[in-house]
């Protein structure tokens, strides 16, 4: 755990990339427009934490809720195309349930906002399961998985967050991950889609799908990688037509960790479905 030195960095300058971290790992990232990689952050099972040797500061944001931290990594079994017996979380005892909820409220998501993706536990792979049209994704629950996400039974090219089709007249936002393309779906009350494209690539399936949609908006994360995929999409959504524009979070956050009034100003989009000025 770093010691806090002299005056303590605000929370919203590195939390993120705490949080982006599996349990018992750091990392050192940038702090500012410093010209070299100064800050420390760390993900641990009592709380997130960083300190910067440039500025010689720190700070410290304590977990209310914890994951699935204690499993040994030994025991975790590699996903395979079979996840095993799922079980509804509401039908998980408390002990089973709390840990997912960390998880989620870590990720600035709640069941509510995935409900209608049916998620379930997988207790053979310790993995959130949510099942889409798409198919059936997992999301590592331990912190002990090299792939974050995994696609059960057959490859997945992108998942919808929500249950609208590409082709009724609502403008699309591409997201990265599937957190953020269902926050997007559910608090604009439907009138964008969130769409993950599961990763930063521009698949042909997807962009296909695109082709229906009267508008795209290009929801990226808030980093160097997703301004990056922003710019490549936008070539990309141009050469073929389709009118598209970059709406990408403040620097350092991800979609799903604004609040629904961020969200909807980001898109132009009012609670209910109505266009803001």
Known sequence: MFELKRKSIPRSEWIVEAQRLPVGQSRRVYHG????????????????SCHCF?????????KELVRFSSIPS???????????????????????????????????????????????LSRKDKRLVFHTEEGMVGRDLTGTH????????????????????????????????????????????????GVACLGTLASKTLTACL?????????FDGDEYGKRAAIKYERLLNLLGIQNSQRLPPAGFDPKDLSPEQICNLLGVMKHGTKSC
């Open 33 to 48: 427009s410093e010209s070299r990689a100064n800050m420390v952050v760390r993900n641990t099972v009592e709380g997130w």
């Open 54 to 62: 440039e500025c010689n500061a720190g700070g410290f944001q304590a």
């Open 74 to 120: 030994a025991q975790v079994v590699p996903p395979s195309s079979d996840p095993g017996t799922l079980i509804p979380i509401y039908d998980l005892s408390s002990s089973e349930l709390k840990p997912i909820l960390g998880h989620l409220q870590s990720k600035g998501v709640s069941p509510t906002i995935l409900m209608w993706a049916n998620p379930c």
């Open 146 to 193: 090299p792939a974050k996400w995994h696609t059960y039974r057959m490859r997945m090219h992108f998942m919808r967050g929500g249950v609208y089709p590409f082709s009724d007249g609502r403008p699309v936002a591409v997201t990265e991950d599937f957190y953020s393309a269902s926050k997007i779906t559910y608090y604009t009350d439907g009138a964008v889609l």
């Open 211 to 219: 082709l229906n949609c009267p508008e795209v908006y290009l929801c």
